[in-house]
Every structure is written in structure tokens, then in C-alpha cells.
């Protein structure tokens, strides 16, 4: 039986993947520290866990802790990170060693026992603003906007004579543009782990994953996505809070149809290279905010316009997943009223003691929100 071992397998698309990969017949061991940003003060085995994972709890900075969970392993799935976009710009000599000195112990492990295969989890984020067309219709990269522009409420990006462009599918071919620790972290893992694969003969796969969305979804983390601080606020009678004018578009992609591409990344023949991990569709924030009222049986809340922004966000990233279908056969399954269904119904157990509030205060309280 091939044995995979997941780090950070104890959060959110760790372990759906975990899931994904006891289903398909594998034996499943998971790395993982229980965070207690993610999983809360007293750090229990979360009860989402499928009962046949085995659990080490352990730092991915421990090499041997590492060692000890590599025991045995035919593949890796390197999940452990921390994911706050914004906390990485206060907390960064947390976020480098989590998920830059995390990567370099697996890595400096897996260079004395390589495995057969090796996936990790990079993000849209290093991408920065998606790509974008012009009148001539060109297809550009772009700088982020001005904060100027954003505060005079003018949110497109524009072109040197000042018209809107276009926001079109990004492809892995975009350069890489890094504007928070976080997104240098998770292009520095997957360049990591490539370099490394490729040295020592371990095949490797980086799956950038776009806005990922589901149940288990943290809502203790201040940086959670989207979807859940609105449903959160639904949950309690209150309006979503949409920044900007909330027609920037984002690609929500389930996260059973991200368990099964990093099933699919584990599975495949091809080696040592990057796939988008998305719907492929874009939606725009404030469509997203009405719809979620609708599936949650609450049209009468209207979203909040707010025209405010926040620190460091983009306009418009949505993926070409043209790659990932051709070259892995990934095409998603999950259709997003139906994804939004089993989101809702999953966090209306979970809501309580309101944490999404807490959230947007966070942010709120250090100023990534003018
Ligand atoms: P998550 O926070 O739910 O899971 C991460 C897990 O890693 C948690 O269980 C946490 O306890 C564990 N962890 C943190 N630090 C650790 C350490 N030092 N040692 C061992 N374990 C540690 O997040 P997620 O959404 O499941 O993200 C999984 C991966 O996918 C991450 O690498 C993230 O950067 C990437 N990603 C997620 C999204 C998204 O929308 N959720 C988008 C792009 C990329
Ligand atoms: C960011 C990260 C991405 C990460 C994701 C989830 C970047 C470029 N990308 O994506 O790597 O995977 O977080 O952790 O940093 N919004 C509101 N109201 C709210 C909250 C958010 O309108 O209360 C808007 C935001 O302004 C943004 C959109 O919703 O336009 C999506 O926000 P979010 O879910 O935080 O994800 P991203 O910023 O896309």
C-alpha cells in the first residue's frame, strides 16, 4: 500500500486531501503542529479527521519530527503554512521559518531518503494582479494600484491613456509578481522544493491553488477567506461588508476539487513543474456576497457597499486552468451554488461565538483597512 504523508494535513485542504487519499486506498499519515491560530487554544485532534489518518503532532521546523514522520513514506503532500496574507507582513520572522525553514528541514530530509513523489501547495498569491488586455488588445502585466487612485475610490486598472482594461485568465506563464511576505514564502516553497525534486531525482509538483472555499474552512483565523467572514455575518442578521466597489473577481474553487488535484499531482506522470489549481470562472466579490444570502435563506440582507479597501488586495486574479485539464486531466466537479450550500450548512454549527466579527476587526484595528 503506498503510504503518503501530508504536512499540515490537520488543517482545512489537508485534510479533505486526506480524505481524498484514504478513499482512493492509500495509508495516510499526517505532520502537523495544531497551530493554534487554526485549530484553537487547546490544540485537540480536530474531529473532521477521518479516523484511519495517523497523527504526529509536530513542528515542520523539528527535523525530527520530520524524520519520524517521513518513517516509511512513498510521497509528500507540503501543506504546513501559515496563511495570513496580512499577518505576514507584522509577524514575518514566523511566517520565513514556518514556511521557508519548514520547506528547507522537509527538504534537507527528503535529500538523505527521497520519496517517489512530491506535491506543495503555492498559492495565486505570487501571481499579484492577473493579467490584463488592452484597447489593442494586448495582453499585459500590471503594477498594483496606486494608492492614490484607490483612495480617490477608482478601482480599475487602466491603461496610459486612462481606459479600464480587461482582467483575463492567468496562466502559469505570468511572472511572478510578490507584494506580501506570504506570497515571497510560497513562491520561495515551490521553488524549493522544484530545485530540490530535481537534484535528487524526486519527481515534483507546485499546485498553485486559487481562493479555495468548503467546509473545515478555519474561522478562528483572521485570515480567513471571504466566504466564510460573509457567511459568518449573514449567520448573525448582519449585511457582508464589501470593499472596494465589489466588482473585483476572484476563482473560488472548491476544496473536494483541490483534495483531488493534489491526489491527481500524486498520481501523475509529469515531473518537476507549476499548475493552477481553480474553477477556471470568475465571479465578481459582490455576486458572490448576494448569492451566499440566497443559498442561506437570508435574500432580504443586502451587502454593504463600503468603497473602503484593504491593504495590499488586488483588483482581479482568476486562472486558466488550461494547463492543469491538459497535462493532469483536473477538471472541476463541484458546481459553486452547491459548494456555497455545504459551506453554509457546515458553519452554521461552527458560528457561536461569531469569530468572522473578530476577523474583520483584526484587520480593521491594524489599519489593512482604509
Ligand atoms: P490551514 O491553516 O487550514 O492548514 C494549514 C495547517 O498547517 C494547519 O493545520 C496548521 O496547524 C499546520 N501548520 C502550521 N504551521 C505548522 C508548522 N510549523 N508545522 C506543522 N504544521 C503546521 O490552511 P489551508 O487553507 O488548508 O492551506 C493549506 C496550504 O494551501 C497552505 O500551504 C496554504 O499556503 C495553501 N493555500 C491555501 C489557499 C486557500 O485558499 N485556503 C490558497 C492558496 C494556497
Ligand atoms: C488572499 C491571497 C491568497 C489566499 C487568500 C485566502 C493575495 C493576492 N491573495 O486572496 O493567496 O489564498 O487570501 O487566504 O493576497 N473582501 C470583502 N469583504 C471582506 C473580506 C474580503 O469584500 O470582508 C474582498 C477582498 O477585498 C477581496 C476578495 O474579497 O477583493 C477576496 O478576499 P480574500 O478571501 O481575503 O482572498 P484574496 O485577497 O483573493
Not at 502537523?32 to 495517523?54: K, T
Not at 509578481?177 to 519527481?203: D, F, H, V
Amino acid at each position: 500500500m503506498t503510504r503518503a504523508l501530508i504536512t499540515g494535513g490537520a488543517g482545512f485542504i489537508g485534510s479533505h486531501a486526506a480524505d481524498s487519499l484514504l478513499a482512493a486506498g492509500y495509508e495516510v499519515r499526517l505532520l502537523d503542529n495544531l497551530s493554534p491560530q487554526v485549530h484553537g487554544d487547546n490544540r485537540q485532534r480536530p474531529s473532521y479527521l477521518a479516523a484511519d489518518a495517523e497523527l504526529i503532532i509536530g513542528d515542520v521546523t523539528d527535523a525530527d519530527a520530520v524524520e519520524r514522520a517521513l518513517r516509511g513514506a512513498d510521497m509528500v503532500l507540503h501543506l504546513a503554512s501559515v496563511v495570513g496574507v496580512g499577518q505576514s507582513m507584522y509577524d514575518i520572522e514566523p511566517y520565513v521559518r514556518t514556511n521557508e525553514v519548514g520547506t528547507a528541514v522537509l527538504l534537507q530530509a527528503l535529500s538523505k531518503g527521497p520519496v517517489e513523489r512530491l506535491v506543495v501547495a503555492s498559492s495565486m498569491s505570487i501571481y499579484g494582479e492577473g493579467l490584463y488586455r488592452s484597447a489593442d488588445q494586448s495582453v499585459i502585466a500590471c503594477e498594483e494600484r496606486p494608492i492614490e487612485q484607490l483612495r480617490n475610490g477608482d478601482w480599475e486598472l487602466r491603461d496610459k491613456a486612462g481606459s479600464p482594461l480587461e482582467p483575463v485568465p492567468t496562466p502559469e506563464t505570468k511572472q511572478p509578481s510578490l507584494s506580501s511576505i506570504y506570497a515571497l514564502n510560497k513562491y520561495a516553497q515551490e521553488r524549493m522544493c522544484l530545485i530540490t525534486g530535481k537534484a535528487y531525482g524526486i519527481p515534483t509538483l507546485a499546485l498553485r491553488f486559487f481562493n479555495v472555499f468548503g467546509p473545515r474552512q478555519a474561522l478562528s483565523n483572521p485570515y480567513t477567506g471571504v466566504l466564510a467572514i460573509f457567511a459568518a455575518r449573514l449567520l448573525n442578521g448582519r449585511r457582508p461588508l464589501v470593499f472596494e466597489d465589489g466588482l473585483q473577481r476572484r476563482d473560488f474553487v472548491h476544496v473536494h476539487d483541490v483534495a483531488r488535484a493534489c491526489r491527481m499531482a500524486l498520481e501523475a506522470d509529469h515531473a518537476q513543474d507549476v499548475f493552477n489549481v481553480g474553477s477556471g470562472q470568475s465571479r465578481n466579490i459582490l455576486s458572490v456576497a448576494q448569492d451566499l444570502a440566497d443559498v442561506m435563506g437570508r435574500p432580504d440582507i443586502e451587502p454593504e457597499i463600503t468603497r473602503k479597501y484593504r491593504a495590499g488586495d488586488i483588483r482581479h486574479c482568476f486562472a486558466d486552468i488550461g494547463k492543469s485539464r491538459d497535462v493532469l486531466g483536473f477538471i472541476p466537479h463541484i458546481h459553486f451554488k452547491d459548494g456555497l450550500e455545504e459551506l453554509a450548512e457546515y458553519l452554521g454549527d461552527q458560528i457561536a461565538d461569531d469569530q468572522a466579527e473578530r476577523a474583520t476587526h483584526e484587520l480593521l484595528q491594524r489599519g489593512l483597512v482604509a
